[in-house]
């Protein structure tokens, strides 16, 4: 990683998930991160597949949705704090 990079983990509740890289405001968003000099590297739409990429990914910051779905993030975020990394 480079200098001044932050690589991100984004779990985002979002029905149509699967079309999440075309959808305008996750587009917007992604480059507002890309511009800041952040890097998405890890994405998940659940809970139970944010599960494996809390705990095994390489990223320095999490930005989790707090309602997913009828789940909340509130385990995502304790993996992510145990491993003593940031989330939002």
């Not at 509740?13 to 511009?35: E, H, I, N, T």
């Not at 999490?62 to 704090?81: Q, Y």
Request: net charge positive.
């Amino acid at each position: 990683m480079s200098p001044g990079v932050t690589s991100l983990f984004w779990l985002r509740y979002d029905p149509a998930f699967s079309d999440l890289r075309r959808r305008p405001g996750c587009r917007r968003l992604r480059c507002a991160m890309k511009r800041l000099g952040h890097r998405v590297v890890a994405e998940a739409g659940s809970v139970s597949e944010a599960l494996p990429l809390a705990e095994q990914a390489e990223f320095d910051l999490a930005l989790l949705d707090i309602n997913v779905g009828g789940d909340n993030s509130a385990d995502i975020a304790a993996i992510v704090e145990r491993r003593s990394l940031l989330f939002l």
